[in-house]
């Protein structure tokens, strides 16, 4: 009945834990609380919630475990009767902690047993500002005990000013660090996501102003080169037109000023070549 070589857990990390028969291999279900002699500082078993609502439970009791894994417990539930003990036994979940002078100091939260016995081996609770106490979780072992309850459970003065703070086991600090870890890991990677969705808005940002620079660009280039092409168009209509009216005048004034001696043709005159020899 070890969890990891450990003898000593807390019951809160059994808390959910899915619960199997080691001989049929059915589903028990999934622990939901665990039931406490409190007079003895023994737990009796546990009880199993079943189905996807949870509305049905079966009590197993301690001596039907048969191991505690990681991931599952395994028990044998055939041949044993449900003892007077386990039908006495109650729940222990956040009792309110008061001193035997009649003080209220604090909640109970949780508490540690032996996985080999079942015995509880120390009691953890919460007490801000009682007595100088701060923030954080505190134990007081099972022989400070007066008295409990299903409300209440009555713990010796001394003992509670005398509480030392709870040191997790190398297990739990293992499995804190890990959380830590995953914890980081989440926040980095969102990060990274974060800073990729605000270098992709950048970059489209850039782009769009970049485009429309471009757009600004070519639009008064555009406008300045078809400004000069129609510029150039109206300075050659201009010249072809000067060019057409000189060489206009140019015709008119060859025809005015021709040169050389000019025949008057008399249909009476005779050529010398013509005329008649004696």
């Known amino acids: 009945m070890t969890e990891a070589a450990q003898t000593s857990i807390r019951q809160s990390q059994l808390h959910h834990r899915l619960v199997i028969d080691l001989e049929t291999t059915e589903e028990v279900g999934h622990v939901s609380h665990f039931l406490v002699d409190a007079k003895n500082h023994q737990v009796e078993g546990f009880v199993c919630k079943q189905g996807l609502l949870g509305f049905e439970t079966v009590p197993v009791m301690w001596v039907q475990l048969e191991s505690v894994g990681q991931d599952s417990i395994l028990v044998r539930r055939s041949g044993t009767v449900i003892s007077e003990r386990l039908d006495a036994a109650i729940a222990l979940d956040k009792q309110a902690v008061w001193s035997d002078?009649?003080?209220?100091?604090?909640?109970?939260?949780?508490?540690?047993?032996?996985?080999?016995t079942g015995a509880i081996t120390?009691?953890?609770?919460?007490?801000?500002?009682?007595?100088?106490?701060t923030e954080g979780i505190y134990t007081f072992t099972p022989a400070a005990v007066v008295s409990t309850g299903k409300k209440r459970i009555m713990v010796r003065q001394a003992a509670l000013e005398q509480a030392a703070k709870f040191v997790p086991g190398v297990q739990d600090r293992v499995k804190e660090a890990w959380q830590q870890d995953i914890g980081r890991t989440r926040q980095d990677v969102q990060g990274a996501i974060n800073n990729s969705r605000e270098v992709a808005e950048q970059v489209q940002t850039q782009a769009q102003k970049l485009t429309e620079q471009a757009r600004s660009q070519f639009g008064q280039v555009f406008g300045?080169?078809?400004?000069?092409s129609k510029h150039l168009r109206s300075q050659v209509n201009d010249r072809f037109a000067d060019a057409a009216s000189n060489f206009g005048n140019d015709r008119k004034a060859d025809h005015r000023q021709v040169s050389g001696h000019t025949i008057d043709v008399d249909s009476e005159e005779i050529w010398p070549d013509e005329e008649e020899t004696p």
């Open 101 to 116: 002078a009649g003080d209220q100091v604090g909640q109970l939260v949780d508490y540690c047993l032996d996985l080999s």
């Open 224 to 228: 300045q080169v078809k400004k000069r």
């Open 122 to 133: 120390q009691y953890l609770f919460t007490a801000p500002g009682w007595q100088g106490l």
